[in-house]
């Protein structure tokens, strides 16, 4: 029975779909979490998370939970993030709204299953993610968003900008702190100034084993340890 069990597990883990969401909020029911590499700044590669509905269509994750998600309004309104796909063994085709098609390799260094939250992941500790660019007159601008998890309900968030061009440089700081709430794919943030927040959430690792955290996608992006 337990060697049953555990084929279970391994084999659901494999889906990308095992105890996420099932549906948007418009009743769409969802095949599976997946995230993909795409070239990123400052390093080489970052990864984004996307959703697969089982009618063939997908979806680029943003700030938005997916359960708040109106597909059809977001399909005129955010058209860019949807396309569609198909699944032959572990080959995934993906094709965009322009029509562009792009074949992704399950665990094969390009696309991996994501996982939803449960209660007997911890994820203590700090996350980080950084981002920027080069501007054509030489001005390089950096972003840093820390967020560090204290226990089970509390958080802290620090960001940092940073504008640095020639001889000269400017840095932004700002920290806040608050309580916060994980189910399934969604994260609550409930800041102590009173604001409260709902964004998407998934695990992203390149394996099978939801417990391993070190990268995790807030509000669509990615943050790692």
Known sequence: MRLLILHFFILSMSTGACFSQNKSSDGKSIEGWYFKAISGYPASITFRPVVLFKDGLYFKVKEKPIDDLDTQKSRIEDSPRWGKW????????LTDAKGRVKVYNLRKG???PAFPFNTSISLKGKYKKVSGGVYNNGV?????????FLDDSHFTNSENTGIMAYSSQAWKSNKSSGTYKIYDNVIELSYNQGEKV??????GTEGYDPMDTDMIFIGGKAFVR
Do not use: H, K, P, V
């Open 198 to 203: 709902r964004l998407s959430f998934a695990i």
């Open 110 to 112: 390009n696309w991996f």
């Open 140 to 148: 390089l601008a950096l972003f840093q968003s820390q967020i560090t």
């Open 86 to 93: 198909e699944r032959n063994q572990d080959l995934f085709t």
